[in-house]
């Protein structure tokens, strides 16, 4: 069964700051991995998308990398902003199987980023 | 634009009693799922379909149903109401065929039984 661990589970730092958030699973057959972000109250909203054959996606401040190998995903946020603040989930889905269109989550890394 | 959308937002129930959770999308996405959200646990999922008359069970789908019989709408029916199902849920979709698309989130139910 694949697992999905992400470490922090929280994680406060100044404003300004480069950060990197951390993913890992254990089983390395993926199609694509993918991040997220949850503001209090709110739904989930896709930051980016990692197909299984990529090694790294950008969007704006955000890169995210992919070592399938070694089961590890990071999502390195530049110049932080209070904006930030929020949760961060990342979520892997299966390569075959049953199972294949599904999301396995993390639990998530709680940001807080200090004006 | 295109939008998922979950309804209601917020309920309290009583424990025993059948609650049904509306998630409509306008995508027109065969790929429709159901997850709850609870501290300590993450997301979970409860029950999918990859099109019309298709439904699956997911991790924790005991006590809980749904049906497609079209393409925007996925009910989650809660058939007697427990304490334990008190949770936040989501509605998602994503495109058919192809496992890379990117999934789409409502904005949550949140489901209190008392």
């Known amino acids: 069964k694949q697992e999905v661990t992400q470490i922090p589970a929280a994680l406060s730092v100044p404003e300004g700051e480069n950060l990197v958030l951390n993913c890992s699973f254990t089983?390395?057959?993926?199609?694509?991995l993918q991040w997220f972000r949850q503001d209090p109250g709110k739904g989930l909203t896709s930051l980016l998308l990692i197909q299984s054959s990529q090694r790294e996606q950008t969007s704006g401040r955000l890169n995210a990398s992919l070592d399938k190998s070694s089961g590890r995903s990071t999502l390195y946020i530049a110049a932080s902003q209070p904006g930030d603040s929020a949760t961060y989930l990342c979520?892997?889905?299966?390569?075959?199987?049953?199972?294949?269109?599904?999301?396995?989550f993390g639990k998530g890394t709680k940001l807080s980023v200090i004006p | 634009d295109a939008e998922i959308t979950q309804s209601p937002r917020h309920k309290i129930t009583e424990t025993g009693r059948q609650v049904t959770l509306a998630c409509h999308q306008t995508w027109n996405h065969n790929n429709m799922f159901w997850y709850r959200q609870d501290l300590g646990h993450g997301l979970r999922l409860i029950h999918y379909?990859?099109?019309?008359?298709?439904?699956n069970k997911g991790e924790v789908s005991d006590g809980y149903s749904v049906s497609r019989s079209n393409t925007e709408d996925l009910p989650l029916t809660l058939e007697s109401a427990a304490s334990s199902q008190t949770s936040v849920y989501f509605c998602?979709?994503?495109?058919?065929?192809?496992?890379?698309?990117?999934?789409?989130f409502g904005e949550g139910s949140w489901l209190t039984v008392v």
């Open positions: 998602a979709s994503s495109e058919g065929s192809y496992s890379g698309n990117t999934i789409y």
């Open positions: 089983d390395s057959a993926i199609y694509n």
């Open positions: 979520a892997v889905r299966l390569l075959s199987g049953a199972g294949s269109y599904q999301l396995t």
């Open positions: 379909s990859y099109g019309v008359q298709d439904t």
